[in-house]
């Protein structure tokens, strides 16, 4: 009698230990990492809990991968790279600069005596002028909204991790309470 009841607790201990090196082995080689402990409650086998397990995170790996793929399909629908910036400046500049030689060549008496050949050339020196100093403005402008796109996108791609973590988590929780295990912590 004595040795049955040894036997018997040597056999559960060895298929504890058995159902928790397959979890350990599961958990070390999921690229989503589950830290509850499975504990089987209708008595399944080290093999059943490993098929098991294996299934439950393969259903979390695919929530946790759709969860993602979804998320990157709205941040490249909602992103655009936007080009120009240089251009635009340089247009609003020389458009700047050639209104600012106008009113300056208005404020002197003699600007309308000057040929009007000479008056366009001084129009155009200040456009041009003005139309450097757009494309360097518009240029820094450009930069500064691509860097706080990119910033938006950081913060969009973590909140999409931890949204896919959870959609992971929750699939796993519930594919093995619906097999027929108590997870805990």
Same mark, same amino acid.
Do not use: W
């Given at each position: 009698?004595?040795t049955?009841?040894?036997?018997? #607790?040597? %056999?559960?201990m060895?298929r504890?230990t058995?159902v928790? *090196?397959? @979890?350990?082995a599961?958990?070390?080689?999921?690229?989503?990492?589950?830290?509850?402990?499975?504990?089987?409650t209708? #008595?399944?086998?080290?093999?059943?809990? +490993?098929k098991? $397990? $294996?299934?439950? =995170?393969a259903?979390a790996? !695919?929530a946790?991968d +759709?969860?993602? @793929? /979804? *998320?990157n399909a709205?941040?490249? /629908?909602?992103?655009?790279?936007?080009?120009?910036?240089?251009?635009r #400046?340089a247009a609003?500049?020389?458009?700047?600069?050639?209104a600012s @030689? %106008?009113?300056?060549g208005? =404020?002197?008496?003699n600007?309308?005596?000057?040929?009007?050949?000479v +008056? %366009?050339e &001084?129009r155009?020196?200040?456009a041009k002028?003005a139309?450097a100093?757009?494309?360097?403005v #518009?240029g820094?402008k450009q930069? +500064?909204?691509?860097r706080?796109q990119e910033?938006?996108?950081?913060q %969009?791609? !973590? =909140?999409a991790t931890q !949204?896919?973590? $959870?959609a992971?988590k929750q699939t &796993?929780s519930?594919?093995m !309470?619906?097999?027929? &295990?108590?997870l $805990?912590?």
């Open positions: 009698m004595l049955k009841l040894i036997r018997s #607790g040597f %056999q559960a060895a504890r058995a928790l *090196a397959c @979890a350990a599961l958990a070390a080689f999921s690229i989503v990492v589950h830290a509850e402990t499975v504990v089987p209708k #008595g399944q086998t080290p093999d059943q809990i +490993q098991d $397990t $294996t299934d439950c =995170q259903q790996k !695919t946790h +759709q969860s993602i @793929a /979804s *998320a709205a941040a490249e /629908s909602t992103s655009e790279k936007k080009s120009g910036g240089r251009a #400046g609003v500049g020389a458009a700047a600069g050639a @030689a %106008q009113v300056q208005n =404020q002197h008496d600007y309308d005596k000057v040929d009007s050949d +008056q %366009q &001084y155009q020196d200040q002028s139309a100093a757009g494309a360097v #518009g820094a930069r +500064q909204s691509r706080e910033k938006a996108a950081e %969009q791609a !973590t =909140q !949204t896919a973590e $959870t992971s &796993y519930t594919c !309470t619906a097999k027929g &295990y108590s $805990t912590p």
